[in-house]
């Protein structure tokens, strides 16, 4: 059975009868018995779950350095952070530690990702029930960066933090946002922005919170026809860079659909958080490791097909710069006039 069909499985039990298959290769790696879910789960309870956050943290500065050039789509000269969470659910009976709601568990994986390459610079996984803007408090903010989130983020104190760290963020504006209008900057008709304010927050706690003047930009959405409302404290780029930024937000939920749908994060061997937190450190440092390894080798395949392709020559003694080369393999003519006849007419 091959490990790239297993992306498409819901039982842990193929994984365990896939390694069981593979024991003559693995007696070699040092397995000498049958591996079983029990094995799995009681090395994952023993070894820290720190051990693979610092390693992930070597992978994360090496692929740094090799994605510094990756260049955006929009045109902007400034390295541009996504910030988000990701739920995964648990079963509360076996999970009690994951406090989320009454009816069921659950833990978080809160990233910021650099957009240049996708790489994940800061990861915090906490339980279920801690709050999405709790992790600010957790970021050292780089001056002149810009950091893009959600409106789970818009924390006023927070955000004017943001700010006196010389850095920039674009979020969206809720509803109930009290937004007073100084003046309107002119709109360029052939974009989707709709108005362009700078003005001030009103209400006594929210003006407390963030004294300085805001930026507003309104845009219309057009795959949903609705309307989305940004806050920024940027006054110099144009308003439809603005929207752009928060567009390139959604390169991090890709990032999550890939950890849970190609590194099997939803499925735990062991149900401690020390468990838990392995196992996502783990699927972690497979994708820091697959970014690297596309980078370093000039591979011009996707993520996920590279991680298909070493799925399936993890036990090869074949040297992966040679698994990755695109061979064209040309059937050469034999030359016929050396040849004899079978009729000597």
Known sequence: MAFAQLTYRESLRDIISCLNAMRPKLYHMGIRSTISRNNLSNANNVRDWRIFADFAQILIERAKKLYVDQSLDIDLDATVYALDSTTIDLCLTMFPWATFRSTKSAVKVHTLMNLQGSIPEFILVSTGKTHDVHVLDHLAYQPGAFYVMDRAYLDYERLYAIHQSQSFFVTRAK????????????????????????????????????????????????????????????????????????????????????????????????????????????????????????????????????????????????????VFENKTYKTESTPTHKQLTLFDL
């Open 175 to 322: 509803r109930n946002t009290r937004f007073a209008r100084r003046y309107s900057n002119e709109v360029d008709p052939n974009t989707s922005v709709q108005c362009d304010q700078i003005g001030m927050l009103e209400g006594f706690s929210s003006l407390k919170s963030y004294p300085e003047p805001l930026r507003r930009v309104r845009c219309y959405d057009e795959e949903n026809n609705g309307r989305l409302v940004f806050l920024t404290n940027n006054m110099q780029l144009p308003a439809a860079t603005i929207a752009e930024l928060y567009k390139s937000r959604w390169q991090i939920e890709l990032f999550f659909k890939w950890i849970k749908q190609h590194l099997r994060i939803k499925k735990f061997f062991g149900t401690s958080a020390n468990a838990v937190k392995s196992q996502i450190w783990i699927a972690i440092s497979v994708y820091l490791l697959v970014a690297i390894l596309k980078k370093e080798l000039g591979i011009k395949r996707t993520l996920y097909e590279i991680l298909q392709v070493l799925s399936l020559t993890q036990f090869e003694k074949t040297p992966l710069n040679q």
